[in-house]
């Protein structure tokens, strides 16, 4: 069964201090990774979209990456408005099937 | 400016009542999904809809149903016979049932 796991299920950072964000999945002919950010009470908001083992995606201060079981997300000295739940979500070969992680909650402090 | 819509933003309702939820696009995707949230899970597909006048089950589609009779729009029902409607439902739309999903706003519905 087609699978996504992110963790941790939240995180807490100091301002300035890097991490990343771990997506493990198990999606037959995997199509398309995809993460999201996700403000409370609002819809998710689409960051990055990783094809193949290697693609490397970058925008402000986050940077994707994506291996044959894992992908990543980066943050490099956050800000506290990078504060968000981030999702992946992975798409199998049938096309229309996205599996959504769970989301790891991201708190930075000024 | 295009972008998907969601309303109304909350949404109560009682016992043994129907629900509609409205999304609409103005995008011009072909493909359009709806999916529940709950706390601590992940996004869970309801019904989606690869064109006009079609659409199919997702994971969780009992006590649901929903119409694609425009390009634009695809509302959905929350009917009476959902026992646990209470979530955040979210909207999405990509330009093929292969592409990028981009997402609505979402409603929050809560049973009274």
């Known amino acids: 069964e087609d699978q996504v796991t992110q963790s941790p299920e939240a995180l807490r950072l100091q301002e300035g201090e890097s991490s990343s964000l771990n997506c493990s999945y198990t999606?037959?002919?995997?199509?398309?990774l995809f993460w999201y950010r996700q403000d409370p009470g609002k819809g998710p908001e689409f960051l990055f979209t990783?094809?193949?083992a290697g693609e490397e995606k970058e925008k402000e201060r986050l940077k994707a990456t994506l291996t044959k079981k894992e992908s990543f997300l980066h943050i490099t000295a956050p800000k506290p408005e990078d504060s968000a739940t981030y999702l992946c979500?992975?798409?199998?070969?049938?096309?229309?099937?996205?599996?959504f992680g769970a989301g790891t909650r991201l708190f930075v402090k000024a | 400016d295009g972008g998907i819509t969601q309303s109304p933003k909350y949404l109560f309702r009682k016992e043994g009542q129907n629900v509609t939820l409205s999304c609409e696009q103005n995008?011009?995707?072909?493909?359009m999904y709806w999916y529940r949230q709950d706390p601590g899970q992940g996004l869970r597909l309801i019904y989606y809809?690869?064109?006009?006048?079609?659409?199919q089950k997702g994971d969780i589609a009992e006590g649901y149903s929903v119409s694609r009779e425009k390009k634009e729009s695809f509302p959905l029902t929350v009917t009476s016979a959902q026992k646990n409607p209470t979530a955040f439902y979210l909207c999405?739309?990509?330009?093929?049932?292969?592409?990028?999903?981009?997402f609505g706003p979402g409603t929050r519905l809560t049973v009274l």
């Open positions: 809809s690869q064109i006009v006048n079609d659409f």
């Open positions: 995008l011009n995707h072909d493909a």
């Open positions: 990783l094809y193949s």
């Open positions: 999405a739309s990509s330009i093929t049932d292969r592409g990028t999903q981009y």
């Open positions: 979500a992975g798409q199998n070969t049938g096309g229309f099937k996205t599996i």
């Open positions: 999606v037959s002919g995997l199509r398309g």
